[in-house]
C-alpha cells in the first residue's frame, strides 16, 4: 500500500511551480504560451561573477565546505549588510543556505513549535504558509487589499497577535504585490512590537536591488529590532543567479547556530562554486551591478501597469520593486465566454492559459484570491504580445 505521510499530506504544490509545469506541458504540445508565472529574472549572470566561478573550479574548490559557508563568503555578506543595510553582522552570525527558500525553512524548523502562530500580511510568497505547516506552525493571514496598497498596519498585526503568536514573516519589496514598506510604516510596526518581545521577526529582502523607490530600509536596522529579526536575502534575483542557488541569513547568533545544526542534518553546506561566485558579487558594489536590469524592469512595469489600466474590469496599483503586478481582476468573477465560466482567479489563470495562452498565478495562493500575478522578467516584446492576448480574451468575458 502505498501511503504517503499526514506531513507531506498538510503541504500543497507550490502554485508557482504548478503552473509553470502546466505551461510546459502546453508548450510541450507545440502551443505558443508566454509564461508570465515564474520569478525569475530573464538577465544573465554578469560576468565578473561567472568568471569568479570559472576560477573557483581551476582553484578545486570542489570539496565539502563549513556547513555555513566558507569563512571568506561570510566575511563578504556581513560586509554586504553593514554597507548596504547598516546590520553589524558578525560571519558566525551568517548561514548561507541553498537558496533564501532553505533559509527561511531552516529558521522555521529552529524556532516554531507544534501550534506557534506566524503572522503572515497578506499577499505573501506561496511557500511561507507551506513552510511553517511544515515546521508544525500556524500561518496567521493578515488581510490587505489593493486599495491599501496590499500594506498592512502595525494596529492590523497588533489585533492578531495571540497568546500563541512566535513570529511575523514579510517580504520587502513584496513577492507577489512589489509593495516597499517605507522606514516610518517599518518604525511603526517596531514600536507596536516592543510590546510583544517575544515575537520574533523573518524580514525577506530578497528584491532589495529590485527597488522603485529612493532606498531600501531593514528592520533589523531599527536597534529594538536587531536581536529578534533575521534577516534574509540572497542573489537569485538582484544578480540574476537563480540557478546558482544561494541564500544567507543574518541572525542572532544563538539562531545561527540553530540554523546551521538544522542544515547540517539535512544539506550540510551549499555548492563552493557558487560560494565563490556569490563571494564575488557580495564584493561589488550593487548598485552600478544591478543597475541596468533595475530600469529595464523599471520601464517593463510602467508599460505593463499603462496596458492594465486600459483592460476594463481590472484594478490596479503600481508596485513600487520587485518584477511582479498583482492586479484585482474580481469584476470577471460569474462571467463566462460562452463556454468557461469564470468563478474564482484560478478559474481566470485557466481561461487565459488555454485561451489566450498566458501563464500567471491565482492570488490565492499568496493570499489574495481576488487578484492575479503577473511577473514582467520577460523581455518587452512577449509582454505587448501577452497584453494582447489578455486584453482579448478578458473583453469575451460577459
Not at 504540445?29 to 508570465?36: C, F, H, S, T
Not at 510602467?302 to 481590472?314: D, H, T
Not at 520587485?322 to 489563470?349: H, M, Q, R, T, W
Request: net charge neutral; with cysteine; glycine share 6%.
Amino acid at each position: 500500500m502505498n501511503k504517503v505521510s499526514d506531513r507531506l499530506n498538510r503541504l500543497s504544490e507550490s502554485a508557482t511551480l504548478a503552473m509553470a509545469r502546466m505551461s510546459r506541458e502546453l508548450q510541450a504540445k507545440g502551443v505558443n504560451v508566454i509564461a508570465l508565472s515564474l520569478g525569475e529574472p530573464d538577465f544573465d549572470t554578469p560576468e565578473f561573477i561567472k568568471e569568479a566561478g570559472k576560477k573557483a573550479i581551476d582553484d578545486n574548490f570542489s570539496h565539502y565546505t563549513p556547513v555555513p559557508g566558507l569563512a571568506e563568503l561570510r566575511s563578504s555578506i556581513a560586509a554586504k549588510f553593514k554597507r548596504d543595510n547598516n546590520l553589524e553582522y558578525k560571519p558566525d552570525q551568517i548561514v548561507t543556505s541553498t537558496g533564501a527558500k532553505q533559509s527561511l525553512a531552516n529558521v522555521c524548523l529552529s524556532l516554531l513549535n507544534p501550534g506557534d502562530e506566524v503572522l503572515l500580511p497578506c499577499p505573501y510568497w506561496v511557500s511561507y504558509s507551506e513552510i511553517i505547516k511544515l515546521a508544525e506552525g500556524n500561518p496567521i493571514k493578515i488581510p490587505s487589499s489593493i486599495d491599501s496598497d496590499f500594506k498592512v498596519t502595525a494596529n492590523d498585526l497588533e489585533a492578531a497577535i495571540t497568546s500563541k503568536t512566535k513570529m511575523l514573516m514579510f517580504s520587502s519589496p513584496c513577492n507577489p504585490s512589489g509593495t516597499v514598506y517605507t522606514q516610518e510604516e517599518l518604525e511603526d510596526i517596531a514600536n507596536m512590537l516592543e510590546k510583544y518581545p517575544e515575537i520574533f521577526v523573518i524580514s525577506d529582502e530578497i528584491y532589495e536591488h529590485i527597488n522603485f523607490t529612493e532606498k531600501h530600509f531593514s528592520i533589523a536596522s531599527i536597534p529594538s529590532m536587531f536581536d529578534r529579526t533575521i534577516t534574509v536575502n540572497g542573489v537569485s534575483k538582484g544578480f540574476a543567479m537563480t540557478g546558482w542557488r544561494v541564500g544567507f541569513i543574518g541572525a542572532p547568533l544563538w539562531i545561527a547556530k540553530a540554523c546551521n545544526k538544522i542544515q547540517g542534518q539535512i544539506t550540510s553546506a551549499t555548492c563552493a562554486i557558487a560560494q565563490k561566485a556569490t563571494e564575488r558579487a557580495m564584493l561589488a558594489e550593487p548598485k552600478s551591478t544591478t543597475k541596468e536590469m533595475k530600469e529595464t524592469f523599471l520601464q517593463r512595469r510602467n508599460m505593463l501597469v499603462n496596458e492594465l489600466k486600459n483592460i476594463k474590469g481590472i484594478k490596479c496599483n503600481i508596485p513600487q520593486g520587485a518584477f511582479y503586478v498583482f492586479p484585482d481582476i474580481s469584476n470577471f468573477f460569474g462571467k463566462s465566454d460562452g463556454e468557461s465560466i469564470i468563478n474564482n482567479a484560478n478559474d481566470l489563470c485557466m481561461y487565459l492559459l488555454n485561451k489566450a495562452h498566458v501563464a500567471c498565478v491565482a492570488g490565492d495562493a499568496f493570499g489574495n484570491p481576488e487578484c492575479i500575478r503577473i511577473s514582467y522578467a520577460a523581455s518587452e516584446s512577449k509582454l505587448i504580445e501577452a497584453m494582447k492576448r489578455i486584453k482579448k480574451h478578458l473583453e469575451l468575458l460577459k
